[in-house]
């Protein structure tokens, strides 16, 4: 099932990662990457929307400054070696958990030390039983 995954930083902290080298880094790892920064006025913050293509199909997210990284259309197979790459690039000791759109009462850790087929297990974990 397709699904928004949202990784962040624990409530109350923020990364301190920019817009602008999130963009750098998601265009190394995918070069068609397509994307734009705007503003979002309800929340006062910048934010990068992007567009990936993904086993054929393009898929969306969004970062914004300090967090979080929001990823749509797709499952935990097709964002896992996504998330890993992320917490890879967070500054050593950064904290972050993660989420389903369909499921947000299920909140998981995300381990410092990343590993795709972990990744993948703890986003499949938060799906709906």
Excluded: K
């Excluded at 994307?35 to 970062?63: C, H, I, K, Q």
């Amino acid at each position: 099932m397709l699904d928004t995954f949202v990784v962040s930083a624990p409530e109350g902290r923020m990364w301190p990662v920019e817009i602008s080298a999130v963009s750098q880094c998601l265009a190394e790892r995918f070069p068609e990457m397509r994307s734009r920064t705007s503003r979002a006025p309800v929340l006062g913050r910048d934010y990068l929307a992007f567009e990936l293509m993904m086993n054929g199909m393009w898929r969306t997210g969004a970062y914004y400054r300090g967090g979080p990284l929001i990823l749509n259309d797709g499952d935990a197979v097709d964002w896992a070696p996504t998330v890993a790459w992320f917490l890879g690039f967070l500054p050593p000791g950064s904290l972050a958990v993660v989420m389903r759109e369909s499921n947000p009462q299920r909140i998981a850790i995300l381990p410092p030390t990343p590993d795709p087929a972990q990744i993948r297990q703890i986003l499949e974990s938060t799906a709906v039983e």
